[in-house]
């Protein structure tokens, strides 16, 4: 019994002489490496060569400081919430007597912690952060061997912690801010 019109009849068709030679198929082969040759090569060397990152690329997140240096973030749990991932969290302290040149708000994140093996670069976090303090930049986040070591913490979050110079985010910003 047919169920469908769709079967095909098989045919062991006999190979010609040139199809057993296999000689112009791998010319064939040979005549389409050649060519790739010529053409403009896809790949590049990375690490040595690195392509221009897309503007709307989201890698390692930045805690910011304000202009006199002190961090932005208030603790106040909001990017946590946010996160669909659930990759971030934090311990809030209350800021002490002195500690007003570290600390914008009476509150900060004592701990800040980022399982970057968790996220999902949504950036969801920068969106919901009513103090412009976490943003997502254009850094790759290294490759390591131990799962513990994608737990970022402050020394890794904070600008200024892993390099002198201030990360550049005024895209970022001027996007957030049309929102
Ligand atoms: S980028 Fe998304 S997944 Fe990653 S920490 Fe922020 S909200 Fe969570
Ligand atoms: S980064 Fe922003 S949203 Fe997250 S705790 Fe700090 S101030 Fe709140």
Not at 81 to 98: F, S
Request: net charge positive; with cysteine.
């Amino acid at each position: 019994m047919q169920l469908t019109n769709r079967s095909q009849v098989v045919v062991n068709k006999q190979m010609s002489f040139w199809e057993k030679m296999y000689l112009p198929a791998v010319l064939g082969g040979l005549a389409i490496t050649i060519k790739h040759l010529f053409r403009k090569k896809v790949t590049v060397k990375y690490p040595e060569q690195k392509r221009e990152m897309s503007g709307v690329y989201r890698g390692w997140h930045v805690l910011k400081r304000d202009e006199q240096g002190r961090e932005n973030c208030t603790a106040c749990g909001l990017c946590a919430v946010a996160c669909p991932a659930e990759a971030i969290t934090m311990t809030a302290a209350e800021r002490k007597k002195g500690e007003e040149h570290l600390y914008r708000e009476e509150k900060y994140a004592a701990v800040y912690e980022i399982n970057m093996l968790r996220c999902i670069y949504c950036g969801l976090c920068e969106e919901a952060c009513p103090k412009e303090a976490i943003f997502l930049t254009d850094r790759i986040v290294p490759s390591d061997f131990l799962r513990t070591n994608f737990i970022f913490g402050k020394d890794k979050l904070v600008e200024g912690n892993t390099s002198d110079t201030r990360i550049d985010i005024s895209q970022r910003i001027k996007a957030h801010r049309k929102q």
